[in-house]
């Protein structure tokens, strides 16, 4: 009897050391990702400072091209975090992550405008976000491998899920950063350099950060894959990746059209409403805030789901949902000033995309061995996200000044689509799960 009361005791103990271990974790995420979003919150305030003067389309278009750059840094920081997780450790990677973020952040708040320095001032944007395209394309590798790997057994849906969850928490703290400066200072004084704050506020959080991950432990499966003499040579190589192309393709096309879905149903959605719908602004951070805190609470419920009726039946809902809908919601929101319609709109869209978003993470861990999983999660899907994710914002604007902003509803649902015919294809990743293995 008393073995059985240790044995229960020692498995409470472990499940607390995983949960301490997932909120330690899951707060760096946020703090990079408040980072990264910061920007999209705040580029209706700065696109002005950076960049001549114009109309606002332009402007726009022209901080959504700094955007898309970011994102083509992606793939590098997948690689390079990716191969610094295999071979010296998630722990490791996730600290050199969100210190190359701050880095972008405090380089966006300091630097002068255009009326200033000239054409250095969008020089210097454009460097800063190439520095966090690197450390945001490192943070997915590495978390989404720390999440999955540090879960527990039959959870893992649901403990890898608060990858999404502090990744839109990231986005819901720009917003409410935005709302409150919002409230404080007139549309001048954010426009002048309140929009400042927000950046300053996400490099000293990477402060805190910096401490939480240092105190996180290393994922098992790391530990035992570091003791294979062997298997040293391998991990995070390009060549073993090569290893694995079926399971590199499978993560490009189980990305593309949740990338682009994403990306337009969060980033892009607040633009759309004021450019398109002439929504004014204070209403549609309102919108986007309360879209998205419902979105985050999903996530874990969709995650649990998950490990339950397995991982294809979510990501099949996503593909159908999202081929059929996309287009019918975007073309009614694009009429409506009414904020109750557009908040449902917005609710609709994301509880679609939840069923891509809530087990992305876990799905593709499923798919490679501990030695290559970090790059073999990172790259691919970086890679992806880049060519696809980055520039959706970029093409929905770039088809709007020219007269046919339409064409990016059916480009939206067409690229989900594509992801849906290899939802239809694939295999149930939860089944025999190398994560669930001694590899």
């Not at 999404?164 to 819901?172: A, E, F, I, M, N």
């Not at 035992?224 to 499978?250: H, I, M, S, V």
Request: proline fraction near 3%; charged fraction near 15%; aromatic fraction near 12%.
């Amino acid at each position: 009897m008393s073995l059985d009361v240790n044995a229960d005791v020692s498995g409470k103990r472990s499940e607390r050391r995983v949960i301490g271990n997932v909120l330690r974790g899951s707060m760096g995420n946020l703090i990079e990702w408040y980072d990264w979003y910061a920007y999209t919150a705040f580029t209706i305030y700065f696109a002005k400072v950076f960049f001549p003067a114009g109309d606002q389309t332009a402007q726009l278009l022209n901080t959504a091209g700094v955007f898309a750059v970011g994102f083509l840094m992606r793939p590098i920081g997948g690689w390079l975090m990716g191969r610094y997780a295999d071979r010296f450790g998630r722990r490791a990677a996730l600290t050199l992550s969100v210190t190359l973020m701050a880095a972008g952040s405090l380089i966006i708040a300091f630097t002068p405008g255009y009326a200033t320095i000239g054409v250095a001032a969008p020089v210097v944007l454009v460097l800063a976000r190439l520095l966090q395209g690197i450390s945001v394309g490192g943070e997915y590798a590495t978390s989404a491998t720390y999440l999955s790997e540090v879960a527990t057994e039959g959870k893992r849906g649901y403990y890898s899920s608060f990858q999404y969850v502090t990744l839109t928490g990231g986005q819901l703290l720009a917003l409410g950063v935005q709302i409150v400066l919002q409230q404080l200072l007139s549309k001048e004084e954010m426009g002048s350099w309140g929009w400042r704050i927000a950046f300053v506020i996400g490099a000293l959080g990477a402060a805190v950060v910096m401490y939480l991950r240092a105190t996180m432990d290393e994922s098992e499966n790391y530990l035992r894959e570091l003791n294979k003499d062997a298997a040293r040579g391998n991990r995070g190589t390009l060549r073993t990746l090569l290893q694995y192309p079926k399971e590199c393709l499978l993560v490009c096309g189980l990305t593309l059209g949740g990338t682009v879905a994403f990306y337009t149903y969060t980033t892009y959605l607040q633009k759309f409403m004021v450019n398109t719908s002439k929504i004014n602004e204070v209403t549609a951070s309102w919108i986007n805030f309360f879209a998205l805190l419902v979105f985050v609470v999903l996530q874990p419920i969709a995650g649990r789901f998950s490990d339950r009726v397995g991982r294809r039946p979510l990501l099949l809902f996503f593909g159908v949902a999202g081929t059929l809908l996309t287009v019918p919601l975007l073309t009614v929101l694009s009429g409506t000033q009414q904020p109750v319609i557009a908040f449902l709109i917005m609710l609709g869209s994301l509880v679609i995309v939840t069923g891509y978003t809530s087990i992305n993470a876990i799905v593709k861990a499923e798919l490679f061995p501990t030695k290559i999983r970090a790059l073999g999660v990172g790259l691919p899907y970086a890679l992806t996200v880049a060519i696809f994710g980055g520039t959706a914002e970029y093409i929905a604007l770039w088809l709007k000044q020219a007269g046919h902003e339409t064409v990016f509803f059916y480009y939206v649902a067409g690229c989900i689509l594509v992801s849906l015919i290899v939802y239809l294809t694939m295999r149930e990743t939860s089944k025999d799960s190398v994560l669930d293995t001694k590899d």
